[in-house]
């Protein structure tokens, strides 16, 4: 989950181009050589990192360039739960900073939202996010489950409500198609 949004923060970071996390998790032992890793990928720098679960979270990362080898830049931040976003989106403006500049204030404000109030509401939205990308009807449903729950934990996650509405809005669209084919 730490990843993924670390990920999506970046991506929305203009003029700055970053490899799906499907691609970057070929390499997430560790053991690749920042060289040949970053040749796969097309990249030139390689954000690494780590989370240390606790109280307080603690994520640490560092960014290398991987022509060189060379760390140009590290960062952590400790934080309790709701507040691990603006940690995450503390530490995505600094990379962001160090390779294209210093990100606008409204994308700043986005990356450091929270997505959801409790670790529990944000574990049944991880969850629902990985049922829904397998696109089956029973999956759905257990996406539909994980969102309801989210919301129930959350009422104003609105991602959770976002996603939910968009599996019933795709189902309804679903059985709409299957009832004109007929």
């Not at 530490?91 to 409790?118: H, I, M």
């Not at 089956?136 to 009422?155: C, I, V």
């Amino acid at each position: 989950g730490i990843s993924e949004e670390l990920i999506g923060d970046l991506a929305r970071v203009n003029r700055l181009i970053v490899v799906t996390r499907n691609s970057s998790f070929m390499f997430r032992d560790g053991t690749a050589n920042p060289h040949n890793a970053a040749a796969r990928l097309g990249v030139r720098y390689l954000l690494g990192g780590t989370v240390q679960p606790g109280d307080e979270v603690t994520i640490e990362a560092t960014l290398i360039d991987a022509r060189t080898g060379e760390k140009i830049w590290s960062g952590s931040q400790s934080c309790g739960f709701p507040e691990i976003f603006k940690g995450l989106g503390k530490l995505a403006g600094e990379v962001a900073e160090r390779l294209v500049g210093p990100p606008d204030a409204e994308w700043l404000a986005r990356a450091s939202r929270a997505r959801a109030a409790t670790p529990e509401a944000y574990e049944a939205l991880l969850k629902g996010r990985e049922l829904i990308g397998r696109m089956t009807p029973a999956d759905d449903r257990a996406a539909r489950e994980q969102f309801d729950r989210a919301l129930g934990l959350d009422p104003a996650c609105a991602e959770a409500l976002g996603l939910l509405a968009m599996i019933h809005h795709l189902a309804y669209r679903k059985g709409r198609e299957e009832n004109e084919a007929e």
